[in-house]
C-alpha cells in the first residue's frame, strides 16, 4: 500500500435498516487528493445484496446522518447543500422517484442531528443556538476585520472543532412541524444543554441526556430526562445518579423502558466503563443496571424488535463485537465471534445490519443473522484486490510488575526480507483506547516500505477491564512506558526488531507517549510527537480539559509537585537525545500546538536533531486530504533519515514545487 493508495480506500458508515427490513442506506466517503476534500454521499443496498445504488453525489455537497422516515416513505439526511435556507438542513429523498428537497430552514445556530416522530408528522431537531468563534475564522486573515472581540464568562470556555465558547453557546432541542415549517423549542426553563433525544413508540414523550447540577460545565453529572412532546413542556428527571448516564437512549417498543449507558463516578472522568442500564419511562422504579459486573465498557444500546433484549457493542481486547442482552436476566450472548471491529449497527423488523472491519479489510456494511455475517456492500473490493496487505498479529508480554500487556505485530509485506526488521512503535491516543483489528492505514504502509510495527495496547487503554483502564490515573507516563517496553523487548528477543533500528511516534496521547518514551531511554534512533506535550502545566486553560486537570491531577497551585512529575519530558529535557519531529494543528484546541513547539525548542536548545511542522488551520484530527498525505510522507522521510540512514529531504516534494511555480 502506498500513500496514494490510501486515499482510494472509501469509507462506509452509518447503517440505517428501512421500517421494512428489506434496505439499508449507508454513507460513503470518498477522497479526492486533486480537489484537497473529501465527500460523503449516501447509497442503498437490498437486504439481499442483490441490488446497491448510488442516492447523493458529492458535487452538490456532503450528506450525513441518513435515516428512513418511520412510514418507509423517505430518506432524510442533513447536508449543506445550496437550498432556500443556508447552512446544515435536513433533506428528503422520495422513494417513488425524484431530486432530494430541503425540509427544514433552520436560521438560526448549527443543526447537528435530528429525529422522526413515529408518525412521521414532525422532527425533533437539535440546535446548536451559536455564541462561538472557530479557531479558523482567525486564523483567517480574510475575516479578522469582520470578527469583534470574543468576551467569555463562562468556565468552559474553548472546545476543538467549535472553538471559543461564549455564554449563550448552548445545544437545545427543537419541534419542527413538516406540514408549516414552524419550529418551536421543546423545553422551558434555564440553559441546560441537551442532547440524544429520542422519541417515544407513541410519540407523546422525548426522552433525552442533560445536566441540571447548579455548574453543569464543572462536572459530567448527566442524567435522563423524560418531557411531554409539546413546545414549553418542563421535563421529569428520571436518574439521579451522580456521574454520567448518557446517550444514545434506546426506548423500548412497548414505550414502558428506556435503554441507557451508565458511567463511572464524576472524578474519574476519563476513566469510566459505560455500562447498560434500563429505567421505566414513567419514572415508577429505579434505574436498574444489567450489566454491572460485565467488566468491559460497552456502547450504541438498541431495543430488539420484540423488546425483550438489548444490542450493545462491546470492547474487548483488541476487538469490538455486538452482544445481545437480556432484559430480564442481564445475560450477556455474544453475537460475533471472529476478531474485527464493529463501528455501528441498526435493526428493524427482525433485520440487523452491522459496519465491520478487520485487518485487512476496511469496513462494509454486512447483513447479521444468527451469528453469520454477509457482506452487502463491496466498495473496496477492487482497491483490495490490487494489493497485498499484513494481517496483525496478537502479541503478549510481561511489564515489569508482572501485568500482561497485549499489543498486535505487523510483519512486513514482503516476507522474504531478512530479520530482524526494522521497527516502529506506533502508540494510540486516548490513553482511553485501544488498537484493535480493525483496518488501520499506518501500519499497512510502513509493512510496505518493510518495516514491522508494533501497537501496544498500555494501561490505560480500554478493552481490559476498569483497573486496568484506570491504573495510570494522576500517574502518567510509568505504568505506560513500561508496558511498551516490555513488548518492545519482546519482539527484539523473538528476533524480529532490529534494536539498532527502531522509532517511536504516535498522536494526541500516543503523542504524549512519545514524549515520555524519548524521555525514559535512548533506545530509539527516532520520534515522531504528533499532537503532545512534555508538560500539562503549559495546556492548564490552553486546551479544553479543564475539568479533567482539575478533578485527576488537582489544581496546580495546590498540586504542583504532580505535574511536574508528570511534565518530566520537559522538566528533564536533558535525558533526550532522541532526533524528533514534533507536529500540530493551528486549530488543535484539544492539545493545541503549544506544547509541540515547547518541546520543540527545548530539543533546539539542547542542540538534539529536531524539526516542528505546523498545519494551517487544521483541528486535532486533519480535515485536508493534503495535509494528511503531507504528514504521512514526512513520517517516512523522518524515519527513513534517522532510522535507516537514508539520505533523504525532510522536505515534502509537492510544497517544493509549488514554491517553485511561484
Not at 442531528?113 to 468563534?133: F, M, Q, R
Not at 453543569?216 to 435522563?224: A, F
Request: charged share 20%; net charge negative.
Amino acid at each position: 500500500m502506498t500513500i496514494d493508495d490510501a486515499f482510494r480506500v472509501q469509507n462506509v458508515g452509518s447503517p440505517r435498516v428501512s421500517p421494512d427490513g428489506k434496505w439499508i442506506v449507508y454513507t460513503v466517503s470518498s477522497t479526492d487528493l486533486k480537489a484537497d476534500k473529501r465527500t460523503t454521499d449516501l447509497w442503498m443496498v437490498s437486504w439481499d445484496g442483490k441490488q446497491d445504488m448510488q442516492l447523493t453525489f458529492g458535487y452538490d455537497g456532503s450528506t450525513s446522518s441518513p435515516e428512513f422516515s418511520p412510514d418507509g416513505r423517505y430518506i432524510s439526511f442533513l447536508s449543506g447543500r445550496k437550498g432556500t435556507a443556508k447552512g446544515t438542513q435536513v433533506w428528503v429523498l422520495d422513494r417513488r422517484g425524484g431530486e432530494a428537497r430541503q425540509l427544514t430552514g433552520v436560521k438560526k445556530g448549527d443543526l447537528e442531528n435530528y429525529a422522526w416522530s413515529p408518525d412521521s408528522k414532525e422532527l425533533l431537531l437539535t440546535i446548536h443556538t451559536g455564541g462561538t468563534v472557530s479557531a479558523n475564522d482567525f486564523n483567517d486573515p480574510s475575516k479578522h476585520k469582520l470578527i469583534p472581540p470574543i468576551v467569555m464568562t463562562r468556565y468552559h470556555f474553548k472546545q476543538d472543532v467549535e472553538g471559543y465558547l461564549t455564554a449563550d453557546d448552548h445545544t437545545y432541542l427543537y419541534l419542527y412541524d413538516i406540514a408549516t415549517g414552524k419550529m418551536e423549542k421543546l423545553t422551558a426553563g434555564k440553559q441546560y444543554n441537551e442532547s440524544d433525544g429520542i422519541w417515544s413508540p407513541d410519540g407523546k414523550e422525548i426522552a433525552f441526556v442533560s445536566n441540571h447540577t447548579a455548574e453543569p460545565e464543572r462536572n459530567i453529572n448527566t442524567d435522563i430526562f423524560v418531557v411531554a412532546a409539546k413546545p414549553g413542556a418542563e421535563p421529569r428527571q428520571l436518574t439521579h445518579y451522580t456521574g454520567a448516564d448518557a446517550g444514545p437512549l434506546s426506548w423500548s417498543p412497548d414505550g414502558k423502558l428506556i435503554a441507557f449507558l451508565r458511567g463511572g463516578h464524576v472524578k474519574y472522568w476519563q476513566y469510566q466503563e459505560n455500562h447498560l442500564g434500563v429505567i421505566a419511562a414513567d419514572g415508577s422504579s429505579p434505574a436498574r443496571i444489567l450489566m454491572a459486573k460485565f467488566d468491559r465498557p460497552v456502547s450504541s444500546p438498541q431495543f430488539s424488535s420484540d423488546g425483550k433484549s438489548i444490542t450493545v457493542l462491546v470492547t474487548d481486547d483488541r476487538n469490538r463485537y455486538p452482544a445481545s442482552v437480556d432484559v430480564a436476566t442481564g445475560a450477556v450472548h455474544r453475537l460475533v465471534a471472529t476478531e474485527g471491529v464493529s463501528w455501528a449497527h441498526a435493526e428493524k423488523a427482525g433485520h440487523e445490519a452491522l459496519l465491520w472491519t478487520t485487518d485487512t479489510k476496511p469496513g462494509e456494511v454486512y447483513a447479521l443473522s444468527q451469528g453469520h455475517l454477509r457482506e452487502l456492500t463491496h466498495h473496496n473490493a477492487r482497491l483490495l484486490s490490487e494489493l497485498e496487505l499484513s494481517k496483525s498479529e496478537n502479541i503478549s508480554a510481561l511489564s515489569k510488575d508482572g501485568t500482561r500487556i497485549d499489543g498486535l505485530l505487523t510483519l512486513p509485506v514482503n516476507k522474504s526480507e531478512a530479520k530482524p526488521y526494522p521497527l516502529l512503535v506506533f502508540i494510540h491516543g486516548g490513553p482511553q483506547g485501544q488498537d484493535a483489528h480493525e483496518f488501520n492505514t499506518i501500519p499497512q504502509l510502513f509493512a510496505a516500505r518493510g518495516w514491522a510495527v508494533l501497537n501496544v495496547n498500555y494501561r490505560g487503554s480500554n478493552g481490559r477491564g476498569l483497573a486496568f483502564q484506570r491504573a495510570i490515573w494522576a500517574n502518567w507516563g510509568v505504568l505506560e512506558v513500561q508496558d511498551v517496553q516490555a513488548c518492545v523487548h519482546k519482539v527484539i528477543q523473538e528476533g524480529i526488531a532490529d534494536p539498532k533500528r527502531m522509532g517511536v511516534g504516535g498522536w494526541s496521547y500516543g503523542g504524549i507517549m512519545t514524549d515520555f518514551m524519548i524521555a525514559s531511554t535512548n533506545e530509539f534512533k527516532a520520534a515522531s510527537s504528533g499532537a503532545g506535550t512534555g508538560d500539562p502545566l503549559a495546556l492548564y486553560g490552553v486546551d479544553e480539559y479543564g475539568n479533567q486537570y482539575n478533578f485527576e491531577l488537582g489544581e496546580p497551585w495546590k498540586s504542583l509537585n504532580t505535574y511536574i512529575k508528570i511534565g518530566y519530558p520537559f522538566f528533564h529535557a536533558d535525558r533526550i537525545h532522541t532526533p524528533t519531529l514534533f507536529m500540530g494543528g493551528t486549530s488543535d484546541f484539544n492539545v493545541p500546538v503549544v506544547a509541540g513547539e515547547q518541546m520543540y525548542l527545548a530539543l533546539q536548545t539542547l542542540h538534539v536533531p529536531s524539526a516542528l511542522i505546523v498545519y494551517p488551520q487544521q483541528f486535532h484530527g486533519f480535515t485536508d486530504p493534503t495535509y494528511i498525505r503531507d504528514r504521512y510522507q514526512y513520517w517516512f522521510n523522518w524515519y527513513d533519515k534517522w532510522v535507516l540512514g537514508k539520505d533523504v529531504k525532510l522536505s515534502y516534494l509537492p510544497w517544493a514545487k509549488k514554491d517553485k511555480k511561484k
